[in-house]
């Protein structure tokens, strides 16, 4: 099953395409990095997989084939929005009753156990609470209606280096414990490398790499060696990144099967932080278009 | 009755139902960061001698990073047959990672017959490696520093020449035997292939 999936998604906000071409299938139980830069489409690919958005064409389904935004698909997804959104004014308890009253699933005593862990004062109002604890209890309010996907837009991006850690370990220990898929946002690549095992990276809301990370790292290779020979080389090949230093040129290469070593060059594995920089920087790179793009775009940079 | 097997400050859920879900972190206390904790009997039965770390700055692989730190801790004993390996949603916990990392580097290791899973019970470590008493490794040790490494620094070897000579013979010594190996399973043990390594 494909928690979620999506065919030909577009979103038109006036004149712009926050989102166009969007054709994806994530399967079940995987933790999914969606990255990409400010603006790239992250939140609003998110928000129509919620049924915050409408898509202007193509179509989104959810947990197999449930409509975004139908209750069926609602039931079993949670999504917390990237600024926690909580009632500032009520206490931390009549949160809890609130999100208890407004769902059709709620596990009270997962919540009220978990807030006590926390250690979060249930008494004091929301808004009073540090940045942490309000993004623990938006969590909490998620986590506590079970879902079978859950989704968050950049939860850790106001959080210190202690509360990223509790929360990403919570979310994991529930992906562990009850096989949560999970898809979270983020722009900072580093973060996501211990946590997720699946990279969604999205450009000027086009998608530039989907897929299982480790199939992602092994169809790239980095390619250093003459920088006379850089031509000849990388004509047979797909560039998707050409460094040049004094005599020496270095080469991101994007392949289906194993390439041979060119004679007189070194190979090595790209990091995956090196390698969702070079596809950020250069935003016309559209892996899922095929090699051919790609090659063709690398091409014209090297003959430069 | 989970409170009193708890952990506090760290954070964890509680199953549905009231039953104690995840203490987690309990088996291997402060964390990097400092956990206040008490550790009921109940944990204590659960826990693993094992404490896993990741340095994100080595380029190995997470899943790697386990493998080895299991490989090293039966090596030098502090895991032995019977120990118990942490628990994935443990791991999981403590380190804040992907629980499809651990589960393979758990598979990796039942694969290479380390460690079993008791189904219900948690992973255990099968097999002990064969251990060298200390008598022999002192002995062998003293052969190494008054012979070899003697000469080799008398011959003018540094540091840096020495470990990389012992490296690329030990590989020449293994391949060897390797391939002795094969040559006699085919039928074609002979004298000649023995003098190949010595």
Known sequence: ?304 | MCRSAGVIKGSYPRAVGGAPLVDALAFCGPWRYSFTMTIGKRDDEARSPLIFRLDPRSGVPTYLQLVHQVEHAIRLGYLVQGDRLPRLKDVVASLSINPNTVQKAYRHLEQEGLIGGRPGQGTFVLASPETVDLATLNALRKRLVDGWLRDATAAGLDDDGIAALFQSALRDFREGRKSRAASSRDGRASGRSAGGVA
């Open chain 1, 1 to 304: 099953m494909n928690v979620l999936e999506t065919f030909g998604l577009g979103v038109r906000y006036g004149q712009t395409w926050a989102v166009s071409d969007c054709t994806l299938a994530i399967p079940e139980g995987r933790i999914v990095a969606l990255a990409g830069s400010n603006g790239a489409g992250k939140t609003t690919l998110l928000h129509c997989a919620v049924g915050l958005t409408e898509a202007t064409c193509g179509t989104v389904g959810l947990l197999g084939d449930l409509p975004a935004g139908s209750l069926d698909a609602l039931e079993r997804i949670a999504f917390v929005a990237q600024d926690a959104p909580l009632y500032r004014h009520l206490s931390v308890n009549e949160m809890v009753e609130v999100a208890a009253n407004l769902n059709r699933r709620f596990d009270r005593p997962f919540a009220s156990a978990r807030l006590r862990a926390l250690d979060i004062p249930v008494k004091r109002r929301v808004g009073k609470l540090s940045g942490g604890q309000q993004a623990q209890l938006a969590l909490t309010l998620a986590l506590a209606r079970h879902p079978h996907l859950l989704m968050l837009d950049e939860p850790l991006a106001r959080l210190d280096p202690v509360a990223r850690h509790d929360v990403m370990a919570l979310v994991m220990t529930m992906a562990a414990e009850e096989g949560v898929s999970v898809v979270f946002s983020s722009h900072v690549v580093s973060e996501l490398e211990r946590v997720a095992d699946y990279l969604v990276l999205m450009a000027q809301g086009r998608l530039q790499l989907v897929g299982p990370i480790e199939d992602i790292l092994a169809e790239h290779t980095v390619l250093n060696g003459p920088a006379d020979e850089a031509e000849r080389v990388g004509e047979h090949l797909c560039v998707v990144h050409a460094e040049k230093a004094a005599r020496r040129v270095q080469l991101l290469v994007r392949h289906d099967r194993p390439i041979e070593t060119p004679i007189g060059w070194e190979v090595d594995a790209p990091s995956l932080d090196e390698l969702v920089l070079a596809y950020l920087r250069d935003p016309s790179l559209v892996g899922r278009s095929g090699p051919v793009a790609v090659a063709a775009t690398a091409a014209g940079e090297l003959a430069q």
